[in-house]
């Protein structure tokens, strides 16, 4: 059976259907004092799949405790699917003093769970943070799907790390060039962007990226693309966290649309991961 915490319903819907397995109906409590309860009434069957996007500290709380009902109702082999992975980007101590929170909540999860299965992670090293094995699943490939018809397209990583990422969509895509910028972050919300020299004066600037969070990081890019007179500029990504006025900041920067996968269930999540996820599980 699949069961779905509140962050994740569509592509759980989208994964049952896929796998042709029922999907179990939850009820959600919230106590007096704030407490939430989570449970799966209608559980049944030897198997759970447990679909959560750990947005919110409140999710995490949903993933634990639908783990713990499944077990509760008779489920013996239980796997949980974390589309996107909420606190892996807190994957060290920066500082002396701080939390591995990564690690700390990895561990939290892999008690209530024989196997973990999540999309384009931050670092695909976040696997060793689990104590039960996790496999890392590939989205990117259908990234390139919804973009409309390019001119002349470059596919831009905004820094080093997101450039296979834009090779992937340029691959998707089926035509274009690819680049990336150098970029430098001071605080969560700034971050500096130095260009390289691709002309792309004229072009459509497709902008790849794993994450947008608060949409520093695409709109610095983009301002160094509007200087150099590009044609339309569109952003992908594949975990659309568009925090607080992410999309503002965006419209702002002159960005043409902004396209995201059903890992954060959002407006802009026009790519399903479900066919990919629904590849693996069915391994299992
Ligand atoms: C970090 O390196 C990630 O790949 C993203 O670039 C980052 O999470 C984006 O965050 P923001 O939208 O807040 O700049």
Not at 80 to 106: H, I, K
Not at 145 to 166: K, Y
Not at 234 to 245: D, E, R, Y
């Amino acid at each position: 059976m699949i069961v779905s915490a509140s962050t994740s319903q569509s592509l759980a819907a989208a994964l049952a259907a896929t796998l042709d397995e029922p999907l179990a109906s939850t009820a959600h409590t919230r106590f007096p004092d704030g407490e939430l309860q989570v449970s799966v009434p209608d559980f049944e069957g030897e198997r759970a799949v447990v679909v959560c996007s750990t947005t919110t500290s409140d999710a995490h709380i949903e993933a634990l405790q639908i783990q713990d009902a499944v077990r509760e109702a008779g489920a013996r082999e239980v796997h949980t699917v974390l589309p996107y992975f909420g606190y892996a980007r807190q994957d060290r101590a920066f500082e002396p003093g701080q939390p591995v929170s990564a690690r700390a909540v990895a561990r939290a999860l892999s008690t209530g769970t024989d196997h973990v299965l999540t999309v384009n992670p931050h670092e695909p090293s976040i696997r060793e943070c689990f104590d039960v094995p996790c496999t890392v699943v590939d989205a990117a490939g259908r990234l390139a799907d919804p973009l409309p018809a390019l001119t002349d397209p470059v596919f831009v990583a905004p820094d080093a790390g997101a450039r296979d990422l834009a090779d992937t969509v340029k691959d998707g895509y089926g035509e274009g060039t690819v680049d990336h910028f150098e970029k430098t972050r001071h605080s969560s919300t700034e971050v500096d962007i130095e260009p390289h020299k691709a002309d792309v004066t004229g072009r459509d600037v497709v902008l790849v990226d794993d994450i947008i969070a608060t949409g520093s990081t695409m709109a610095e890019a983009v301002s160094h693309l509007h200087d150099r007179e590009v044609n339309r500029v569109f952003v992908t990504c594949v975990h659309p966290v568009l925090a607080g006025t992410a999309r503002i900041r965006l419209a702002r920067a002159g960005v043409d649309a902004v396209y995201g996968t059903d890992t954060i269930e959002r407006a802009e999540s026009t790519v399903s991961v479900a066919p990919a996820v629904a590849e693996v599980l069915s391994t299992f």
